[in-house]
């Protein structure tokens, strides 16, 4: 399927599915029948799933959509009644455990969730969602670094760049869930080098920066005002730098969850001082908007507007946009 749309521009909006049309339509015939649980509801979300086959990249995109979407419905626990050895059945149920679990902060019945994830991988071995839902687990239980190191080696030994495995790990290390910045810029050194640029997981620094940033600024006083010094750090520039040049290139990035990272990107040069520079990549996203990162500091549609006008107005004045 085409990364993007051949349109020029689209009002900005959230888009949960991203440019996935076939995750976009399950989504909104679900909507219309939100909280039944009943069995069309079922045949659609496993249809979706078993149609992705191998991708288990797009896997992981739409099995987390559709959890977060069906977090508060019927349609997890009616399709586990129905297949209870089957695979995608087990993932997704656990994946919408984890989804209220992330939201409310406490997980309900956590051995149960980790016994399912544990079942189905034994029943679909080459999958790395079942450990992924493991980091997510880890997240919410804090378990020790020597536990979620083992769950790391499992998720990525199936899929070295999982994009959502990466992102699971580095929120277990951040300082907002337990862990601490040094954790998160040693994680971050270590995978730094052996990723390629276009891999799904390639901007597991630039999130971490983003993050880093956001809370600088969160804390006010000098450490806001002082926030945008971080973007001039040799390392952070640099790497910057190299995706404001390649990210946005038609075809670069194939993976789902693409127009997310260009959407951390697109906030990343606004944070530093590198508006005109975004204006490519607004472009690029046809408006398609994603919450975070730019419902920090207000609604996110409104965000993403005032940044998408500010580098449009930095590329007409032929000057950064600061």
């Given at each position: ?172 290390l951040s300082p907002e869930e337990g ?66 040049a390649l990210w946005a290139k038609p ?72």
């Open positions: 399927m085409p990364l993007f749309s051949s349109r020029t521009s689209r009002r900005p909006r959230i888009v949960p599915a991203l440019d996935d049309a076939e995750l976009a339509r399950v989504l909104g015939r679900l909507s219309k029948r939100s909280g039944s649980g009943r069995a069309q509801d079922v045949a659609l979300v496993s249809s979706l799933l078993e149609e992705t086959g191998g991708d288990w990249d797009r896997r992981s995109h739409r099995t987390s959509v559709l959890a977060g979407a069906a977090a508060d419905t019927g349609i997890a626990e009616a399709w586990l009644a129905r297949q209870p050895e089957h695979a995608d059945a087990l993932v997704f149920h656990a994946w919408v455990r984890l989804a209220r679990g992330l939201r409310d902060g406490h997980l309900e019945d956590a051995g149960q969730v980790v016994s399912q994830c544990h079942r189905a991988a034994e029943l679909s071995p080459a999958d790395p969602l079942p450990w992924v839902v493991l980091l997510g687990v880890a997240r919410v239980e804090r378990y020790p670094q020597n536990e979620v190191n083992a769950i790391w080696r499992e998720a990525t030994g199936r899929d070295r760049w999982h994009r959502e495995a990466y992102l699971q790990m580095l929120a277990y862990g601490s910045s040094a954790a998160v810029l040693d994680f971050v050194d270590v995978v730094r080098t052996r990723i390629p640029a276009n891999a799904p997981c390639a901007a597991v620094e630039l999130t971490a920066a983003v993050r880093q940033y956001q809370g600088l600024v969160a804390q006010g006083g000098v450490r806001a005002m002082t926030a945008g010094q971080l973007w001039e750090g040799t390392q952070i520039a640099a790497s910057l730098e190299q995706a404001a075809g670069f990035f194939q993976h789902a969850g693409a127009p997310a990272d260009l959407n951390v990107l697109a906030y990343a040069l606004g944070a530093a001082g590198r508006a005109a520079d975004a204006h490519h990549v607004f472009q690029t996203l046809q408006g398609m908007v994603t919450p975070w990162p730019w419902n920090v500091d207000g609604p996110a549609v409104q965000r993403f507007e005032q940044h998408q006008a500010k580098a449009e107005r930095g590329r007409q004045g032929g000057v950064g946009g600061t």
